[in-house]
């Protein structure tokens, strides 16, 4: 049978550079793919007089693309410093990899993504941010949003699982509609702390389970 793959990503696919977890990570992201439900975390070390990153790697829970992606990005992005990594663009990750079947586009894109929100969450870990917009609604929905449902693989934003969203004085307040003794209720709270709770002017985050 004739993969519609690249020798290059069926090399990365089968032995993926950089995979595991940090366990120590100065930087951490789990990303996930509006397009396919899947998910991608990425860890870093950061030198924190060059900030230069030391150390990467990612674990992949997407398909073939993601993985050699997964694997080209940290490669790539291994020894830059965190303003140069955060330029990585897709298109330079899919050429890494004598390109991607269009199709597939997306699968480089959550690697990028998953990339990209681990140096922000360096950055919002370290006081680093530059662009200082304050929290909003808004802004915490589009960090759900990249928080998948693990019941369905959709985030959970369009799965019409948050109720509410409140920002007040530097409180995020955030209604589920799931009842609090689900077994997935742990592992979604876990999530939204980690989204949201680097947010510069964020300094409380309350998640509320009911149905
Ligand atoms: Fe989901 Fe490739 S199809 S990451």
Redesign the pocket.
Known sequence: MKFPYSEKVLEHFRHPQNVGKIEDADGKAVEG?P????M?SVYIKVNPEDKRISDIKFESY?????IATGSIITELAKGKTIDEAKNITWKQASDALDGLPPI?A??SV?AVEGLRSAIRNYEERHGLVKEKTHTTVETVSKRLKRVMNPLTGLDLVRTNLVKEIEVKDGTVRVVMDLPPDHQFAPAIREEIMEKVEPLWDVDKVEIEFTV
């Open positions: 793919s397009a396919c439900g899947d991608v997407g398909c073939a693309s993601n597939k997306h699968c959550l």
